[in-house]
């Protein structure tokens, strides 16, 4: 056996991986990083929240949970984003998250939305929006004013986001069940259009250990090319000029920088730089043999190994006029 080889069976041994999964990581980020990657997963994530101004003022909301025992801290350059050190009562069984003052919501989640910058009076479309945490988020920057017409083709969880919409105070939403790879056939010409993709959720690791044996290579494969699919419609439905950001809480990047360069390839759509700073530049050279367009390195990456959130990515696009 190579040492290399070795090195692979005693990361995955130690730390519950599946071999491919460590090759991997190992060429994406080298031996040093990968190590501390994998250590940083094991050590969970802080919970975060997002204060829902459409129902409760921020500064009400902050001191109505700290009379109540919550220790918060404001997410620097994230609106509305906390984190929460010490929780009294359980977060999702207090009467104020009935009443939809807040929405629990990972931190690196709340990103896309406030790359998008959805305004009021735009028509906005959620492409893959249930169980809601982005669709209610984008309400929130519209202040309700304007249309955002959610997508998906989950039942289960086209029932969630209803329910979210409702108890957040959301009334600007039309929601409708359908495969978002067919959007184009609705005739919709949007502002702006959020696709935060179906994908493995291999970023997810730090909250769901099971994932770390719950894919192979190929379910990668697969949804890469569902993202892609994707990414397509959600071109074609929106104006010129008009803006996407795309996002998964994906490791790998086939599912990630492999989409965007595919719609840089098909679709009259160009790379945007974002206000959002943090993180870690894409991919943008030579990844698993694949030669990205150099316009990626403006998307973001974020690890919990130096972002102390759970795995993310998140692309801005802007369909040419």
């Known amino acids: 056996m190579s040492r290399e080889d070795q090195i692979i069976q005693d990361l995955a041994k130690t730390y519950g991986y599946k071999e491919y ?17 994998l250590k940083a997963n094991e050590q969970g994530l802080i919970p975060t929240l997002r204060c829902n101004t459409l129902r409760i003022d921020e500064e009400d909301f902050v001191n109505l949970f700290t009379k109540k025992g919550f220790v918060i801290e404001k997410i620097p350059l994230i609106a509305h984003g906390y984190r929460v050190f010490k929780t009294p009562f359980p977060l999702g ?41 982005k669709t209610t988020q984008i309400a929130q920057f519209m202040r309700n004013k304007g249309v955002i017409i959610g997508i998906d083709i989950n039942r289960k969880r086209t029932k969630s986001l209803r329910s979210n919409l409702s108890r957040c105070g959301v009334y600007n939403a039309l929601i409708i069940r359908m495969d978002g790879r067919q959007i184009s056939g609705l005739g ?67 599912e990630n920088e492999f989409v965007i360069d595919h719609a840089l390839k098909n679709e009259d759509i160009h790379v945007r730089k974002m206000d959002f700073n943090g993180g870690s530049p894409a991919f943008s050279d030579v990844i698993f043999e694949k030669t990205l367009h150099p316009s990626i390195k403006e998307a973001r990456r974020l690890y919990p190994h130096k972002d102390g959130t759970e795995g993310f990515f998140i692309c801005k696009l802007q369909k040419d006029s």
């Open 188 to 254: 919709i010409q949007a502002d702006k259009v959020l696709l935060d993709a179906p994908c493995t959720g291999e970023g997810l690791i730090p909250r769901d250990p099971t994932r770390k044996t719950s894919r192979e290579l190929k379910d990668i494969l697969y949804v890469s090319e569902l993202q892609k699919s994707l990414i397509d419609a959600a071109v074609a439905c929106l104006k010129p000029g008009g803006s996407l950001v795309y996002s998964t809480c994906a490791i790998a990047p086939e």
């Open 93 to 133: 069984a207090t009467n104020e998250y009935l009443l939809g003052f807040y929405f629990l919501q990972s931190e690196a989640s709340m990103i896309p939305v406030q790359v998008l910058d959805p305004k009021p009076g735009e028509i906005v479309i959620d492409l893959a929006a249930a169980p809601g945490a």
């Open 21 to 37: 999964m460590i090759t991997r990581y190992l060429e994406m980020f080298g031996n040093e990083e990968t190590v501390q990657f």
